[in-house]
């Protein structure tokens, strides 16, 4: 097996990797939003009382930023894979 063929693989593999972390995140982003949802519609969470909906809001902030913090950088890799491909 070659060099280039070797490389091609690893980003390959690099480029998997990166689509499972963006696609997971997506995943778990929908499901905690929807849970919110759900939790507000069937009134598990009061709307009126700051001190719930002031931890609610730190915590979807934490979870939703990291969710989206690995989801660009992954699609920043898999956008830059077809560039170093190309260049093999």
Known sequence: ????????NILDLQF???????????????????????AVVT???????????????????GVLGICFIFFFRSVDHIREIPKIIGSI
């Open 16 to 38: 998997q990797k990166n689509l499972i972390i963006a696609s997971t995140s997506i995943i778990i982003s929908f499901s905690y939003l929807l849970a919110i949802v759900i």
């Open 43 to 61: 009134k598990q969470v009061n709307l009126y009382d700051y001190y719930t909906m002031g931890s609610i809001f730190v915590l979807s902030t």
């Open 1 to 8: 097996m070659d060099e280039a063929s070797k490389r091609k």
